[in-house]
T-cell receptor, first 116, second 114 residues
Framework: AQSVTQLGSHVSVSEGALVLLRCNYSSSVPPYLFWYVQYPNQGLQLLLKYTTGATLVKGINGFEAEFKKSETSFHLTKPSAHMSDAAEYFCAVRFTTGGSNYKLTFGKGTLLTVNP | DGGITQSPKYLFRKEGQNVTLSCEQNLNHDAMYWYRQDPGQGLRLIYYSQIVNDFQKGDIAEGYSVSREKKESFPLTVTSAQKNPTAFYLC?????????????FGNGTRLTVT
């Protein structure tokens, strides 16, 4: 079955430290990949998306993600965490096979805490 | 400013009552979606619509109903048949319903049923 897995429901980093949020998907055909951020009691905001072409994608707020086909991964990184980065992050995938190309399938989310 | 408006932000209902959540968009998007969010479970698709007067069930449609009479509007009704209706409901839209089109989200409606 096609699925999206985010490793770690909760990640805690110090301000200024590297942020690494992990996302893996299960599909033999590369899908379309997205990262969203959600602040408390708000909707989701698009951080970045991968479609085709360059495997390193830059997004808003200094975030970037690298698509690795061999590892079926799309991990999100930021070199230096800021207090304002504290939020929940969701990896989302639009699979291109199996009749699922109409929807985004979301991971369960990773809550990022940034410590001063 | 273009965007998606969900109303109300908070909604309280008694068990056994139907309730309708509003979603309006002025982005001129063809596709609209309803997702349900529960703590630790990510987002799960309830219904989606790719054009006016047409909609399809998502992964958890039981106990919900929708309509799409206008391009701008996609209201969701939570019926008394929904066993666990208390949740955060998110409406979204996209230019196209497939490919690399990202979803744009409203700010959600938090429904509490007691």
């Amino acid at each position: 079955a096609q699925s999206v897995t985010q490793l770690g429901s909760h990640v805690s980093v110090s301000e200024g430290a590297l942020v690494l949020l992990r996302c893996n998907y299960s599909s033999s055909v590369p899908p379309y990949l997205f990262w969203y951020v959600q602040y408390p009691n708000q909707g989701l905001q698009l951080l970045l998306k991968y479609t085709t072409g360059a495997t390193l994608v830059k997004g808003i707020n200094g975030f970037e993600a690298e698509f690795k086909k061999s590892e079926t991964s799309f991990h999100l990184t930021k070199p230096s965490a800021h207090m304002s980065d504290a939020a929940e992050y969701f990896c989302a995938v639009r699979f291109t096979t199996g009749g699922s190309n109409y929807k985004l399938t979301f991971g369960k989310g990773t809550l990022l805490t940034v410590n001063p | 400013d273009g965007g998606i408006t969900q109303s109300p932000k908070y909604l309280f209902r008694k068990e056994g009552q139907n309730v309708t959540l509003s979603c309006e968009q002025n982005l001129n998007h063809d596709a609209m979606y309803w997702y349900r969010q529960d703590p630790g479970q990510g987002l799960r698709l309830i219904y989606y619509s790719q054009i006016v007067n047409d909609f399809q069930k998502g992964d958890i449609a039981e106990g919900y109903s929708v309509s799409r009479e206008k391009k701008e509007s996609f209201p969701l009704t939570v019926t008394s048949a929904q066993k666990n209706p208390t949740a955060f409901y998110l409406c979204a839209s996209s230019i196209g319903g497939t490919g690399n089109s990202p979803l744009h989200f409203g700010n959600g409606t938090r429904l509490t049923v007691t």
